[in-house]
């Protein structure tokens, strides 16, 4: 596969790592509150597992090291997006 | 003074190897500083850069040289810079940061990191189409192009620094492992 | 001369003889012959037999989809299995022998299971074989096993290398006929990066077989002009011999170059290089295939494909018969018997199973409409036909012609399925090819020569318009235009007589009805029931003439009948290929730490960590045994001092101003109060509060802090670590760097370690107790300025430090250290000895880290802070998590102190049960995890999970190991072995 | 039901009367009007197992199988066809033993030959860290009776002389073998099962795609297809590879994620391996069918995926890792590639477990261990939906065990189900 970086261009897949749902980022943040254990354990076991446009993360590790936000149809692998996962993520309200 | 004297030794001890048409030899006078800019600092470094040696930061994957030539910046991330200049002492980190004169930036010190190849020659090309998977073209690896890849399961930047002339940069432990590759193409190829 | 059937002329050099052998027998060819060309040209029509009923066959095709003649090429270790000898370009002392034969190939013993083939019908073997129950694997099996297969494989190591290479362009063309050399032609003219491949030897497809005349010349003539102005051209790159095998995900396609045998004979080249081949488009023109039609008996030698015939016949001047027939459903089958009339070859009979007016007029052959051959006779070679009007034909070579496939199977490879055309009989792309590639000329099923030219000259110019070149003005390729017309004929009613579909796998027309009758239906079941299309030529013939019967046996369409799809690769891949240089040594590269060097001159005995070689041991003169090593290396760094590179732990710089508020959310305990000058001992849990890692980290300065993790999870560490920074705090001013490479860092341990050090440490560092106490951490200098790390840590429980030196001087400073440590008697250890005095000290590692473990698991629950957020904390705390009788790590010490030192081997992977319980599953309290002989204890001693074990030591259980046949008692006590108070630590 | 035996005697009256006694092997079914005690979703190896197995044990025979394209079109038809009970953990360990067991009985339980060959299966080690792991694991397995042997480095050379032992980049130090594993004609399994199935009154619906769940008050009344809505007593799910997206009619989300594994067959070769190696550290496991072909697989291609096929670089690293241990292979010619698509679990492991919903079960989440598992998945399955209680072998297979902290993580590589 050939994944276009926002910054660097067209690469190859085999310069990356998967890690899975970009649903990861939206990690909680209420460890002290009564859900916390509930809202964890859906962050990070449940899928949607989408058959259709998946928002996943891929780390760019032998290459510039930033971590992607890369929107894929998992039926056609073909690739709608690539994002930066800290814009993203920045995006979504996280900051420290 | 000490009773030990401690003497300091290149990856490759220096390996130089010429073939029809490709030379393959390590690189041992470079140091690699990396260079940190802390969100919001970017353009206060840049600027001090500028002024103390006439450095631009470079577009991604690209190189800039400082005014006299000594130095040249590759970037190769978002939010950092790599110095890549002739220097021999252990202390580049404090070199460099005094040179540039931009407090703001964080300096870490590379130079042991990497094992240096250059490949070059009319050949060098075709030799590195067997390991290297970037588009090694002419027209679309320009000259100063820099990029970090993978080649042979080894972690590598590579650096067009002449028409038909490539700097190879794998980390120190791989040195070994990258010259074979090399050679093994050379050896398939010429 | 013994090729009796060579004619004049071809596309070979008929003064260059090359000479090679056929099970034995020394033969003649000429250059630019393939080994089936020359074979035919030698009258060898009997060259192999089939899979199952090792009938007698022949060559039946010139080209990859060939289905019989398969054979073993070459000697020793360069024999190759199952090679079709129609794509192997002969060369001088090629050697090739037929395969799956028993006895000589004329008289196979194993041809008697044709005899049974009545027994032997789709699926049998699901139906018997089943009693008595042991007979399977000690009878049946390998009897089936014996008979089966096909070539056999030298079972030497493969003499020749492979490789691997890269290649990008604009537009890549697959196949080099008369449609891919013009659409090659337009793209390249256009400006754009051009690769054209071919999987013939020599470009220009079947132009190099027919006696088309292209702008007024030989088709093959005009094909070598376009590949001599194509090569002449910088942006294009030609692969002749290259075999496009795969489409992959965006643009991505997989291409094996293979060299000519002859042409690597004096040199080490790689055999075959596969390239990775990125493209920004495709046009695929890889022509068609002929399929066969199933009549009785048409598996006989000397029996082809109407389109093969004339391959030979005009590309390698072989008249394959004297007495030639044609029998075609289609026009095309009609050329064959006039380039052979045309070429003075007698051909007898023209069947065409159509009820229209004879295509042409043949000279000398009778000529029969509305006709079908229902048997045929003749062992080795065929001798005759019978048709459906009841007449017998003596015939020496049979064309058949069932009509053309397109191929197609790359327009497959993203799973899109082809569609079924009626006017053509046959399937054709549909708009499901893989992004970015287009078809053209007979592949898309735009079966006439004039208009493929047309249609290959135009796409290479839309592509290149399409990808923002301009386009070129030249003109297409003009050629006479010749209609193709087909009428859909797949089987003939023969009787008793079987009628093959798959020759190789020997599936015949029955086989497809009985599959069909016994609720077969789907195409997939009958392939899977009857093996159909499952042999080495992948169905290229076969597919679509099965699909054709099944549509007549069920009485439906075929688009009710369904479609197999292929998948890559389009032809079959020499595993070699696929691995290139990645064997042996090369299999992974190899990391060699600073010390390597002195150690080889040490003789040290090395192992692989991960990519990492490490030394083990140093053997001393007089050891003769591993653990005499270890043991002295454990000994003398306990009582003096010892060294140990331990470069491979992984180092990460942090950088900024909120580096401590990070550290503070990656580990279980605090971090954000870490002084300068000191270091603090780490654990790390995943998200869900397994322990991931644990390692030190120091504080150098205010924003300023050095990470050590494990050896083997470096990489994952670092990765986590981004993750979290950019993923979930992305505005934390952090910035890290591996300087795992950056720093050669060694272990100097033991109660002498200090004053070891004090003997290079420039004057200026104090490094005595008090100004340099127990997790001290320092930029220092040594040996007149060198700058140094210095961290007061301590993995063996002894004094002990590690110091981190820039790597140029890595080498120098061991040499250093053993020179300034001589006075000690100190002595570099490996990888046992640190393995050792950490399971003494009873520290968790690898083993004990296992990914299955918590933080209270590993006895650190204590760490754990209940006051801040930090990756692992909540889940950490689930009931499962905590139950007080999950396995938790202790200390295992054996009752009987001489326990298992016959035996030699550790308790490592003994599984626990209490002392009275039978070992079974549900018994099993645990295991160990670790386990050595202590030479400071004189027993062994381990580490392990047991049930609840943190409650119970003291308790007396027993490790049992099944698998060696131990089962001893052990005690259970606490981990840390070796000074439990920590006080070497401190002096 | 007129069961037509299968038999040598059978096969030989066939012969000479040309063949024209065979009946259809399964009865190709419509859905009946009224519906259903038990609809089992998924034609594949799982759920035709399962249908057999609530016929047989449970006398349960008004059973549907829907599927929505060929039975056995899922990963039955598509795995390296490898059997094998070397677990680890005690929540695997019973249950894949109990699955061997019911595979050394299949053919005469079925009367079908699914060639089960007990050939054995040699684990290769590498390093004394991965000798001492598979010390645990070789006790772990002789402790649930699973049976294994240790070979030293001598002994694996002595048995296949042409691994690479010395030279290679790890070299070899011994193997974990346990003599009982081996391989199945996989596709034979769905067969057997099927005609077993219906023989006792099953209805296999083919080309009946489940398009909705008719869900009441929190309980499931039957199943919406493209053959119509079926009423059913009860609704067992078992469609690994689509769990996610059937499950997802039901409204549920799963701890599991669709991923690839690609797998090899070569051109057949006369024996050369009469067992199946598994090389860890390099990624490769090995067979030799009964038809010749070197079959063979390595890791997974590492995204979620539900297209069933797969990429280039695994296909390199796979290929590799055989040539790194059996260097014989560089001219033997890889025929066809394949690419299955796993439920990929959050730790591994399956799940055989009632839902949210009533009367709705799910069965799933097998990774690459489902077609080993396919009798006791099928066996354990049946008894769920017959008793309403969990199999004492498959105790440990709930949806919940992620949300108690009870993972059955045999590989230790957490909540990343690439990696598993």
């Keep these: 596969m050939i994944i276009n970086h926002p910054l660097l261009g067209p690469r190859d897949s085999e310069e990356f790592v998967y890690l899975g749902s970009a649903d990861l980022i939206n990690r909680p943040t209420n460890w002290e509150s009564e859900e916390a254990a509930e809202d964890f354990y859906q962050y990070l076991y449940i899928r949607e597992n989408i058959a259709g446009d998946n928002r996943e993360l891929w780390y760019h590790e032998q290459g510039d090291q930033s971590w992607l936000v890369v929107t894929r149809c998992t039926l056609t692998h073909e690739i709608k997006s690539v994002e930066l996962a800290q814009d993203v993520s920045r995006a979504q309200g996280r900051s420290k | 003074m000490s009773d030990y004297t401690i003497v300091k030794e290149s990856p490759l001890g220096g390996a130089e190897h010429e073939f029809d048409g490709v030379t393959v030899s390590e690189v041992v006078d470079q140091s690699l500083v990396m260079i940190a800019m802390p969100n919001g600092k970017a353009e206060e470094i840049e600027a001090a850069m500028s002024k103390s040696c006439g450095l631009s930061v470079p577009a991604m994957g690209q190189s800039t040289q400082s005014a006299d030539g000594s130095i040249t910046l590759w970037r190769l991330q978002k939010n950092q810079v790599l110095a890549y200049y002739a220097y021999e002492s252990d202390d580049a980190e404090a070199n460099i940061a005094e040179r540039f004169n931009a407090p703001s930036a964080y300096y870490t010190d590379q130079s042991d990191t990497w094992a240096m190849i250059r490949v070059s020659g009319e050949r060098s090309r075709d030799i590195l189409e067997r390991i290297c998977p970037i588009d090694l073209d002419p027209s679309v690896f320009t000259l100063g192009s820099v990029s970090r890849t993978i080649m042979e399961h080894i972690g590598t930047i590579i650096y067009r620094d002449g028409d038909d002339s490539y700097v190879l940069l794998t980390m120190r432990s791989f040195g070994r492992s990258m010259l074979h590759a090399i050679e093994v193409s050379v050896e398939n190829v010429l | 001369m013994s090729q009796i059937n060579r004619i004049d002329g071809g596309l070979i050099d008929q003064t260059k003889s090359v000479s ?149 362009c604009d537009i890549l063309v697959i196949g080099a006929g008369a449609t891919g050399l013009s659409a090659a032609l337009t793209a390249a003219e256009s400006g754009a990066r051009v690769i054209l491949a071919d999987e013939d030897f020599v470009m220009g497809g079947r132009l190099n077989s027919e006696t088309n005349e292209i702008n007024g010349i030989a088709g093959s003539e005009w094909a070598k002009q376009a590949v001599t102005k194509l090569a002449a051209m910088d942006n294009v790159t030609l692969m002749a011999d290259t075999t496009i095998f795969g489409a992959y995900d965006h643009g991505i396609y997989g291409a094996i170059e293979n060299r000519a045998d002859e042409a690597r004979a004096d040199s080490s080249k790689p055999r075959q290089v596969n390239w990775r081949i990125y493209t920004k488009r495709t046009i695929l023109c890889a022509g068609a295939t002929e399929r066969a039609i199933a009549f009785g008996n048409n598996d006989r030698p000397g029996i082809m494909m109407a389109s093969a015939v004339r391959t030979y016949l005009n590309r390698f001047a072989v008249a394959t018969g004297q007495r030639v027939s044609v029998y075609t459903n289609n026009d095309d089958g009609w050329q064959t018997a006039k380039d052979l009339t045309d070429k003075g070859v007698k051909v007898v009979a023209v069947i065409d199973s159509r009820s229209i007016d004879p295509v042409m007029s043949i000279e000398g052959a009778e000529i029969f409409m509305s006709t079908d051959v229902t048997d045929t006779k003749g062992r080795r070679v065929i001798k005759s036909i019978m048709l459906s009007n009841g007449k017998t034909i003596p015939t020496d070579t049979l064309a058949v012609s069932g009509g053309w496939n397109p191929n197609l199977h790359l327009t497959c490879h993203h799973r899109g399925i082809p569609k ?228 491979t732990l992984g180092k990460i710089d942090l950088k900024g101003t909120d580096v401590s508020e990070f550290l503070n959310r ?233 326990a298992l030192l016959d035996a030699g081997h550790s308790m490592a992977g003994a599984h626990l049960v209490n002392l009275r319980d039978k070992p079974d599953t549900f018994t099993d309290q645990g295991w160990i995890s670790s386990s050595i002989y202590s030479p400071i204890f004189g027993h062994y001693i381990g580490l392990g999970y047991i049930k609840g074990g943190h409650s119970r030591k003291g308790e007396t259980v027993r490790a049992v190991d099944l698998v060696r046949g131990q089962d001893i008692e052990v005690e259970i006590c606490s981990p840390h072995f070796y000074d439990p108070q920590g006080e070497c630590l401190r002096v | 039901m007129s069961k037509t035996k299968y038999s040598a005697l059978k096969v030989l009256k066939e012969a000479l009367t040309g063949h024209k006694g065979w009946e259809p092997a399964w009865r190709d079914a419509e859905p009946k009007a009224d519906g259903y005690d038990v609809i089992i979703v998924g034609g594949g190896g799982h759920g035709l197992a399962t249908a057999y197995y609530l016929a047989e044990n449970h006398g349960i025979t008004n059973v549907a199988v829907l599927e929505k394209g060929w039975i056995g079109g899922g990963n039955v038809g598509r795995n390296t066809t490898i059997i094998r009970s070397n677990y680890l953990l005690p929540g695997n360990e019973p249950f894949y033993e109990m699955s061997m067991q019911l595979w050394e009985n299949l053919e005469q339980d079925l009367n079908y030959n699914a060639m089960v060959s007990q050939r054995g299966i040699m684990n290769l080690i590498h390093s004394d860290a991965q000798h001492d792991a598979f010390m645990r694991r070789g006790n772990a397995m002789l402790f649930a009776d699973a049976g294994c042997e240790y070979l030293n480095k001598k002994e694996v050379k002595e048995r296949y002389p042409f691994l690479d032992m010395d030279n290679a980049r790890f070299p070899i130090q011994g193997a974990l073998a346990q003599p009982r594993g081996g391989t199945v004609r996989h596709d034979a399994v769905a067969w057997g099962y099927a005609r077993a199935a219906s023989d006792l009154g099953v209805d296999i619906i083919q080309n009946c795609e489940v398009t909705g769940f008719n869900i009441e008050n929190g309980k499931c009344l039957g199943v919406q297809t493209t053959k119509g809505d079926i009423k059913a007593g009860r609704v067992g799910v078992c469609v690994a590879g689509s769990s996610s997206r059937v499950m997802a009619k039901a409204g549920i989300n799963l701890p599991i994620e669709s991923h690839v594994l690609q797998a090899f067959v070569t051109e057949g070769l006369k024996p050369v391996l009469d067992n199946v190696i598994t090389f860890g550290a390099g990624h490769f496991y090995c067979s030799q069918s009964d038809k010749g072909g070197l079959v063979f697989g390595g890791d997974i291609d590492a995204y979620n995926t539900y297209a069933q096929r797969g990429n280039l670089p695994i296909v390199e690293d796979v290929c590799s890792g055989g040539m790194a241990i059996m260097p014989m292979v560089g001219r033997v010619r890889l025929l066809r590639m394949w690419g299955g698509i796993m439920d990929m679990s959050m730790d591994g492991s399956p799940f055989i477990d009632k839902t949210d919903i009533q009367e709705l079960f799910f069965n799933g989440g097998w990774c690459y261990g489902g077609f080993k598992a396919t009798p006791a ?23 919940d065990r992620f949300r108690r902290g009870e993972m059955i993580d045999e590989k230790g590589v957490g909540a990343q189900p690439n990696l598993h």
């Design chain 3, 420 to 647: 079924w055309n009626e006017e053509l009989v046959t399937f054709l792309p549909d708009s499901s090819v893989p992004v970015g590639m287009s078809v053209a000329g007979r592949a898309k099923g735009t079966m006439v020569l004039s208009d493929a030219i047309v249609e290959g000259h135009n796409e290479g110019n839309v592509v290149a318009a399409d990808l923002g070149f301009k386009t070129s003005d030249s003109k297409p390729a003009t050629t006479a235009s010749v209609a193709y017309n087909v009428t859909a004929k797949w089987g003939v009613p023969s009787g008793k007589n079987r009628a093959w579909v798959d020759y190789q796998n020997d599936v015949t027309a029955k086989d497809i009805k009985l599959a069909n009758q016994e609720g077969f239906k789907s195409v997939e079941h009958v392939k899977r029931y009857t093996t159909l299309g499952m042999a080495t030529d992948q169905g290229k013939t076969a597919n679509v003439l099965a699909i054709g019967i099944m549509a007549d046996n069920m009485d439906q369409t075929i688009e009710e009948t369904g479609t197999t799809i292929f998948r890559p690769p389009y032809n079959p891949v020499a595993m070699g290929a696929f691995a290139g240089r990645r064997r042996g040594m090369e299999f992974y590269p190899t990391r060699y730490t600073p010390t390597h060097k002195w150690s080889e001159e040490q003789n040290a005995i090395f192992v692989e960590v991960g990519m990492w070689y490490r030394s083990q041991w140093f053997p001393q003169p007089g050891e003769t045994f591993w653990r005499d090593s270890v043991d002295r290396e454990v000994r003398q760094t306990r009582e003096s001092v010892g060294i140990c590179d331990v470069t």
């Design chain 3, 20 to 168: 090679f052998t056929f099970n034995g027998q020394i033969l003649r060819g000429y250059e630019g012959d393939t080994l089936a060309s020359a074979l035919l040209a030698n009258n060898k029509h009997l060259v192999g037999r089939s899979f199952k009923y090792h009938r007698p066959r022949g060559i039946v095709t010139a080209g990859s989809e060939e289905p019989n003649a398969i054979m073993e090429i070459g000697r020793g270790a360069y024999k190759e299995p199952n090679t079709r000898a129609t794509i192997t370009q002969l060369y001088n002392g090629l050697e090739a022998n037929s395969q799956n034969h028993r006895g000589p190939l004329g008289f196979d013993f194993m041809a008697i299971t044709d005899f049974f083939s009545p027994f032997l019908s789709a699926g049998f073997y699901y139906k018997t074989f089943m009693w008595p129950k042991a007979f399977w694997e000690k009878v049946y099996e390998p009897a089936i096993r014996h008979s089966a297969g096909l070539g056999k494989l030298s079972m030497l190591e493969d003499p020749d290398t492979y490789d691997k290479g890269f290649r990008y």
């Design chain 4, 377 to 399: 998945s099928g066996y354990c399955y049946a008894h769920l939906l017959a008793t309403d209680e969990p199999h004492e072998v498959a105790t440990a297979y709930r949806l």
């Design chain 3, 666 to 898: 990656l580990y279980v305990n605090a971090f954000a109060k870490v002084p300068v000058g000191k270091t603090r001992y780490g654990l790390m849990l995943r998200e869900d509060g397994i322990a991931m890692d644990d390692g030190t980290t120091a504080r150098l300065s205010e924003n300023h802090f050095v990470m050590t993790t494990t050896t083997a999870n470096a990489v994952n560490v670092y990765r986590h670590m981004q993750f979290c920074h950019q993923c979930l705090w992305p505005d934390l001013d952090v910035h890290m760097i591996s300087v795992t490479e950056q720093y050669a860092q060694y272990a100097v341990a033991g109660p002498n370690s200090r004053k070891l050090l004090q003997k290079i440490v420039d004057p200026e560092h104090d490094i005595s107790n008090e100004a340099f106490p127990y997790m001290g951490a320092g930029e220092i200098s040594i040996c007149d300025g060198i700058p140094a790390r210095l961290f007061r840590i301590s993995f063996s429980g002894e004094l002990a430090f590690e110091i981190a030196v820039p790597t140029r001087y890595g080498d120098s400073l061991i040499r250093v250290l053993m020179e300034a440590g001589e006075e000690f008697n100190a002595i570099p250890y490996g990888t046992e000895a640190l393995g050792a005095m950490r399971i003494e000290k009873g520290h968790a590692a690898g083993p004990e880290l296992n990914g299955q473990t918590s933080a209270y698991d590993l006895g650190m629950g204590g760490m754990v802070s209940g006051k801040k957020d930090f990756i692992g904390y909540t889940l950490g705390l689930r009931e499962g998590m905590q139950r007080d009788d999950r396995m938790q790590m202790v200390g295992f010490k054996p009752v009987n102190k001489s």
